[in-house]
């Protein structure tokens, strides 16, 4: 149930609970049948209309009424539930709502789907009909190209460009499905913009992003002019690993670390080039290699860092089918499917921590011990006359030593009399007891509501 719908549900629950008795609101949550008015407001066919840039109309006709509250719920892909908002100044005759854009919020050719509803005064709720609308780029004439699972979109360039950008991901499609041992059965759509400016402002990302994938609607981007087939051998086939690594590994649970998805995505569109190669081994020399640890969520967007997560990415993947093979990065992809932790998903697949071929990997890139960022100690300030720099601050000429930060605090004296566990005369037991009660009739006043709440909202099928 969305947030917004909880809140609304929380205060009509409340105000019930305002105007009865303890018993008579629990007897009424208990044993009171629930009765469903009739219907009393009917919906006509609504439409949805899209504006790139600028957002999403909604309108609905209705006849009947009154109703005390009008609302939408709107749901995008990937969205666990719908989001509702309160319509606040509802027509006569239909309901209307703008999803305002114009600052981003949604990347193009996203498909939304939303419909209104109703609250009765008894707490009925009557859902309208759902509106299916795709937030297009309109920008731009779109022209298609299709073979097999992929479509190709495009607006500039010759019908041969498009051609040979969807052999690449036809080829690719079946090179990563291949390597992770799974068939892709559901079409892909790719999206191509020839220039920086129109590539930007369809998708709101800074100059060092070149491709983008959506696995929630299957859907990729890149920016690639249609003089440059070579960007495009490699960026077309480096989005739809993507889509076919997240349709093995998806799952409510946990997500694989970004190098993983990322260093798999640029090995098998174009392998451990030479290029991230002199990146890896410059930042060896250097002391800036990172740590797996470092590069778990997203990229630094710095084009001083980026590139380089990129190349200590596909490092570490060559490096994981140099010892462990194809098979054993089945085996890993197939244990982040089934929602294990980093650490379970490398002990199952290669018998060791994600901790422990972090340190292998830069081992292998003959880096003893990574340079440390982050939050460093503070250091030590001047101290007054008298004072030693190994005392404890108790007081002048004090040889304390200091308490070690990872020394656990000394153990609280036992009550006097006390034999250990808790003692009759401890007066925090007193306290647990009174707590103990609180929770319980807090539990007793949750479940109470809970049915109050229930009651509340009611839909008419």
Excluded at 68 to 82: H, K, N, R, Y
Excluded at 178 to 197: L, R
Aim: hydrophobic share 40%; with cysteine.
């Amino acid at each position: 149930m969305n947030f917004l719908t909880n809140l609304h549900l929380g205060s009509r629950a409340r105000r019930r609970v305002a105007t009865l008795g303890f018993a008579s609101a629990l007897s009424l949550a208990l044993l009171a049948p629930a009765q469903v008015s009739a219907a009393s407001v009917s919906f006509g066919t609504p439409t949805a209309s899209s504006k790139f840039g600028t957002g999403i109309t909604f309108t609905q006709p209705y006849s009947g009424g009154p109703f005390d509250q009008a609302e939408i719920a709107i749901s995008l892909p990937g969205d666990v539930g719908p989001t509702v908002t309160g319509i606040t100044k509802p027509g006569t005759s239909s309901l209307s709502y703008s999803m305002d854009l114009s600052n981003g919020g949604l990347t193009p050719f996203t498909p939304v789907t939303a419909h209104f509803q109703v609250v009765l005064s008894d707490g009925t709720v009557i859902d309208g009909p759902d509106m299916h609308v795709t937030y297009a780029d309109d920008r731009f004439t779109w022209k298609s190209v299709t073979g097999g699972l992929v479509t190709i979109h495009w607006f500039q360039g010759t019908a041969s460009f498009a051609q040979q950008l969807l052999s690449y991901g036809q080829n690719g499609l079946a090179k990563a499905a291949q390597f992770f041992g799974t068939t892709e059965t559901k079409p892909i759509d790719f999206y191509v913009y020839p220039s920086q400016a129109a590539f930007a402002a369809g998708l709101s990302v800074p100059e060092t992003i070149g491709g983008q994938a959506q696995p929630g609607y299957r859907t990729c981007f890149a920016l690639i002019p249609p003089n440059d087939l070579a960007y495009g051998s490699t960026v077309v086939p480096h989005e739809l690993t993507h889509i076919v690594f997240a349709d093995i590994v998806s799952n409510p649970y946990h997500s694989p670390p970004r190098w993983l998805n990322e260093g798999l995505a640029v090995y098998l569109a174009e392998g451990y080039g030479s290029d991230n190669r002199q990146l890896v081994s410059q930042a060896v020399k250097n002391g800036t290699l990172a740590p797996l640890a470092a590069l778990a969520g997203y990229f630094s967007l710095d084009q001083t860092r980026i590139y380089l997560s990129y190349a200590e990415a596909v490092s570490a993947v060559d490096y994981m089918v140099r010892k462990y093979g194809q098979a054993g990065v089945q085996k890993l992809v197939k244990a982040y499917a089934a929602a294990s932790s980093d650490d379970e998903a490398f002990q199952k697949a290669f018998g060791v921590t994600l901790e422990a071929f972090d340190k292998a990997w830069m081992a292998d890139n003959k880096v003893a011990a990574p340079t440390q960022y982050g939050p460093q100690p503070a250091p030590t300030g001047p101290l007054p006359p008298g004072w030693s720099s190994s005392g404890g601050g108790t007081g002048p000429g004090s040889t304390e030593p200091p308490t070690s930060p990872t020394q656990a605090p000394p153990a609280s004296s036992a009550i006097p009399g006390s034999t250990g566990g808790s003692q009759s005369n401890d007066p925090s037991s007193a306290v647990l007891t009174a707590s103990a009660a609180i929770a319980a009739l807090g539990v007793l006043l949750l479940l109470v509501g809970g049915a109050l709440m229930a009651r509340e909202r009611r839909r008419v099928p």
